[in-house]
Nanobody
Framework: QVQLVESGGGLVQPGGSLRLSCAAS????????MSWYRQAPGKRRELVAT???????DYADSVKGRFTISRDSAKNTLYLQMNSLKPEDTAVYYC?????????????WGQGTQVTVSS
């Protein structure tokens, strides 16, 4: 079994910062890539940022220059540093990991953490 648990969400004023974490645990042989997605009310889930096992990163245009994705491979933990937050960043943020467990490769999801940007 594999579990991804996000933390760090909350309410923040526009221009503020938050740091999200996602801890992966269970029968994990290897984690290939990890990503953050978000879903705002009434909208589709969208990819925010991705980091590969080689630490290459990619970002949605809407967050470039404001968000930074990183990972601690020794701890199987993913982070998202979010700066200069805007009201349009309000969403549930989900962690995703493409990994190997046993002899299977698959994508696993966390339960999500709410981020609300409002004055």
């Amino acid at each position: 079994q594999v579990q991804l648990v996000e933390s760090g969400g909350g309410l923040v004023q526009p221009g503020g910062s938050l740091r999200l974490s996602c801890a992966a645990s269970g029968s994990i042989v290897r984690i290939y890539a990890m990503s953050w997605y978000r879903q705002a009310p009434g909208k589709r889930r969208e990819l925010v940022a991705t980091i590969t096992s080689g630490t290459s990163t990619d970002y949605a245009d809407s967050v470039k220059g404001r968000f930074t994705i990183s990972r601690d491979s020794a701890k199987n933990t993913l982070y998202l540093q979010m700066n200069s937050l805007k009201p349009e960043d309000t969403a549930v943020y989900y962690c995703n990991a493409y990994l190997r467990s046993g002899f299977r490769d698959f994508g696993a999801w966390g339960q999500g953490t709410q981020v609300t940007v409002s004055s």
